[in-house]
């Protein structure tokens, strides 16, 4: 298996709503990533997971929670988001960068998201 | 801190012809590594090409080569026998060797005519 799985494609939350997106490898990476990704623009960096513990959060936003409950799965829980926070949110996992050489990452194709 | 700047924000080319994207890049680090990312419009970032800046040598993958010129900073992306299905947005992205974060350049819009 060589692909980045995230669920679900689409998503549109209220501004009060409670909400998850999900990423998932089976490739054995120890390092995943979630990227926010505004239309026309270069992914940014929101937080990196190394070895199930958070390693970098880039000033993010107290209304994105991550979790990263095994080696295989990381989430980022959404919470009383604003109509600004609408972007794809990508995920991406890579080897470990201690493992040695790096090979780059692995994405999948994201989540659109839309708060209204 | 590192930067990657892509000059060219939408470039053309017709079909099974030659189109070389540009970009340049600023780091004081000496190892490190460079990537040519596509993002079709199904979403995904798709890995072109990598290239290790301790190898003197361009890496290519099939229709894809690049010109690497560490003196210069300058990773450009050659895409030869250019077909439809290579229309996308390529992103210029630096990593480097002791640190987790991948950072892009603005992108280039590559449109491909019949």
């Known amino acids: 298996d060589t692909e980045v799985t995230q669920t679900p494609k689409h998503l549109v939350m209220g501004m009060t709503n409670k909400k998850s997106l999900k990423c998932e490898q089976h490739?054995?990476?120890?390092?995943m990533y979630w990227y926010k990704q505004k239309a026309k623009k270069p992914p940014e960096l929101m937080f990196v997971?190394?070895?199930?513990?958070?390693?970098i959060n880039e000033s993010v936003p107290s209304r994105f929670s991550p979790e990263c409950p095994n080696s295989s799965l990381l989430n980022l829980h959404l919470h009383a988001l604003q109509p600004e926070d609408s972007a794809l949110y990508l995920c991406?996992?890579?080897?470990?960068?201690?493992?040695?050489?790096?090979?780059?990452?692995?994405f999948g194709s994201g989540t659109r998201l839309t708060v209204v | 801190a590192q930067t990657v700047t892509q000059s060219q924000p939408e470039m053309s080319v017709q079909e099974a012809e030659t189109v070389t994207l540009s970009c340049t890049y600023d780091?004081?680090?000496?190892?490190?590594?460079l990537f040519w990312y596509k993002q079709p419009p199904s979403r995904q970032m798709i890995l072109v090409i990598r290239?290790?800046?301790?190898?003197?040598q361009n890496a290519t993958e099939n229709r894809f080569s690049v010109n690497f010129q560490k003196a210069a900073k300058s990773f450009s992306l050659k895409i030869s026998d250019s077909q439809l299905g290579d229309a996308a947005m390529y992103f210029c992205?630096?990593?480097?060797?002791?640190?987790?974060?991948?950072?892009f350049g603005t992108g280039t819009r590559l449109q491909v005519f019949p």
């Open positions: 991406a996992s890579s080897l470990h960068l201690l493992t040695g050489a790096f090979y780059g990452y692995t």
């Open positions: 490739m054995g990476h120890r390092a």
């Open positions: 997971y190394s070895y199930e513990k958070l390693s």
């Open positions: 780091t004081s680090e000496s190892d490190y590594y």
């Open positions: 290239q290790e800046a301790y190898k003197q």
């Open positions: 992205a630096y990593r480097g060797l002791n640190t987790d974060k991948l950072i």
